[in-house]
């Protein structure tokens, strides 16, 4: 089944990432509209981010590229989501 959603969830991202470092890890792979980090009650990450796409095509993209890579010493998870941010 294709995908609808333009949004891809990443897991398991290193702490220290912020909104502007995931766009910059990402941007060469698809046209980034949309980033928000989950946080906890400190604004502390929790490694996870939502990034938002030009489109479903490009979620993909993105989740072929990406999935199952290491930054750091971290093996990140790239899916589509369930719903767009």
């Known amino acids: 089944m294709k995908s609808?959603?333009?949004t891809v969830f990443v897991s398991n991202l290193p702490f220290k990432f912020n909104e502007d470092t995931v766009k910059n890890?990402?941007?060469y792979s698809?046209?980034?509209e949309k980033v928000v980090m989950?946080?906890?009650?400190?604004?502390s990450s929790?490694?996870?981010a939502f990034i938002k796409v030009r489109n479903p095509k490009e979620a993909e993209k993105l989740v072929k590229k990406h999935d199952k890579t290491v930054i750091g010493d971290r093996m990140i998870s790239v899916r589509v989501a369930d719903e767009d941010v």
Do not use: P
């Open 4 to 6: 609808v959603s333009s």
């Open 25 to 27: 890890h990402f941007y």
């Open 30 to 32: 698809a046209t980034i």
């Open 38 to 43: 989950v946080r906890n009650e400190e604004n």
């Open 46 to 48: 929790y490694g996870m």
